[in-house]
């Protein structure tokens, strides 16, 4: 085959063109730190990339769930804490008025303190959270307690996904905090309600029957609280799992997509020198024509 000299350039001009593209990559990559600026680059590289930022970002949002059940574990706990608070007064005010010394009178004064102790703890059962009634399972929109204790709370839990395929109970069931003597059946405000009938009646008999009742009331926003503890004690385990993986797919996905910036260095470096010399090479190839002569 015959070589013309203007096979010669063209060839000259098309391996500048794609030493040009190289090290235009090679600038590319070390400006954005990434391997790759489009897909057409490398797909298969884009594609992991989907993959593994899915994998990060999916992380992520399990992260913010964890926030949001920690939001209401903790609230709950505060709330348990003082409920219990609150009980164990008025256990105190029960034996103190059981005692055969105290008259009507006493027992009446007493009966106005457990009056407003009654009160707070309504106001704990009806705790409410960035807008939302923690006691009250999935009916977060209305109170689950009336001024005068009146339940009318949900029953049904609140679950929140915090890893993939697993939930948890963020909330704690109203009914076992304030369902009150499971052998009598009634709740926690009818209870108290009974104490303070019978301060206000002078009804000693009353009044030492209610110790009992109490001490139930207390048990069961103990255990309450105990179970939520457990949940709770899970829900760091989940949290600490949450951040291997995040901290995993980040490096996966670095690890795919960023520059080796030391390679990129000496990659450009390497095919500036290339190019200088090709570009000594094309300016032989390149010989003065007849018509150079015949100006």
Known sequence: MRITQSMLSNNMLRNLSGSYSKMD?????????KKINRPSDDPVIAMKGINYRSQVTEVEQFQRNTNEVHNWMDNSDAAL???VQGMQKLRELAVQASNDTY???ERKNIMQEAEQLKEHLVDIGNTKVNGKYIFN??????APFDVDGTPNYSVKPVYIEVANGTKLQANVNPEDVFSGDPASGDDLFVNIQGLIDDLGNNNQEG????????????DNIINARADLGNRMNRLELVENRLSEQKIIATETMANNED???EEAITNLITQE??????????SRIIQPSLLDFLR
């Open 259 to 261: 520059v080796d910036y």
């Open 103 to 105: 008259d009507q009178e």
């Open 81 to 83: 804490d003082k409920a």
């Open 273 to 282: 020198s290339v190019h200088r010399a090709a570009l000594s090479a094309g």
């Open 137 to 142: 399972g999935t009916n977060t929109d209305e």
């Open 25 to 33: 990559t090679y600038m590319n990559q070390l400006s954005t730190g």
């Open 207 to 218: 009044i030492e029957a209610s110790i009992e009742t109490i001490d139930a009331n207390i």
